[in-house]
């Protein structure tokens, strides 16, 4: 299994530019997450889905947008990148939420993205 | 704000010793869990704690929970280079999303 893939590793956009960041994962979980963090810091989350279909937005979901179209996918969007959105983006994955029951999350090697 | 706070913010200590790291937070809990990370590579995660205990242990790692002072530790023991990361708290807010702490650095000195 290979877990959570993300693609790219590493972006520099430019002010105003677009683009999609993948998130895969093979585990058959439910629920998937999108996280930046920024140097120093602990992970904020960016908007979360618990399944095929459905998003959330979670603690700084501003400036993105997401889509679950399958359950093994999770797009992360940015239509207008800034340079307060320069980061290290990771998404994660989890068979519950955690609420009830066992809910490690499974992370993936995460994409580094400069925003000039 | 939401977040645990962990402390210390660093740790460096010799190879061989013991290294604490604590963390608080402020909601009620169904349980808490900690994640290391190293340098440049995403979470993985370490062990979980639920509420209703107050002590677990897994290999060279002791965790505790004390829900009254809404606190955490993580004990490693005989520390070894290969433990320099830095490590997360996290822990579920009330509406499925998970808080992570703000991390304590550790660095072991050989």
């Known amino acids: 299994n290979a877990g959570v893939t993300q693609t790219p590793k590493f972006r520099v956009l430019k002010t105003g530019q677009s683009m999609t960041l993948l998130c895969a994962q093979d585990?058959?979980?439910?629920?998937m997450y999108w996280y930046r963090q920024d140097p120093g810091m602990g992970l904020r989350l960016i908007h979360y889905s618990v399944g095929e279909g459905t998003t959330a937005k979670g603690e700084v979901p501003d400036g993105y947008n997401v889509s679950r179209l399958k359950k093994q996918n999770f797009l992360l969007g940015l239509e207008s990148a800034a340079p307060s959105q320069t980061s290290v983006y990771f998404c994660?994955?989890?068979?519950?939420?955690?609420?009830?029951?066992?809910?490690?999350?499974?992370f993936g090697p995460g994409t580094r993205l400069t925003v000039l | 704000s939401q977040q645990g706070e962990e402390d210390p913010q660093a740790l460096s200590i010799q190879e061989g010793e013991n290294a604490t790291m604590n963390c608080s937070y402020k909601?009620?809990?169904?349980?808490l869990q900690w994640y290391r990370q190293n340098s440049g590579r995403g979470l993985v995660h370490l062990i979980l704690?639920?509420?209703?205990?107050r002590e677990k242990h897994s290999g060279r790692l002791r965790v505790t929970l004390d829900t009254s002072k809404k606190s955490s530790s993580l004990l490693i023991t005989a520390s070894r280079a290969a433990d320099t990361a830095s490590y997360f708290c996290a822990f579920y807010s009330s509406a499925s999303k998970i808080i992570f702490g703000s991390g304590t650095r550790l660095s072991i000195r050989p």
């Open positions: 994660a994955s989890s068979y519950t939420s955690g609420r009830a029951g066992y809910n490690e999350q499974f």
């Open positions: 909601t009620s809990i169904n349980n």
């Open positions: 585990m058959n979980h439910e629920y």
């Open positions: 704690i639920r509420s209703n205990e």
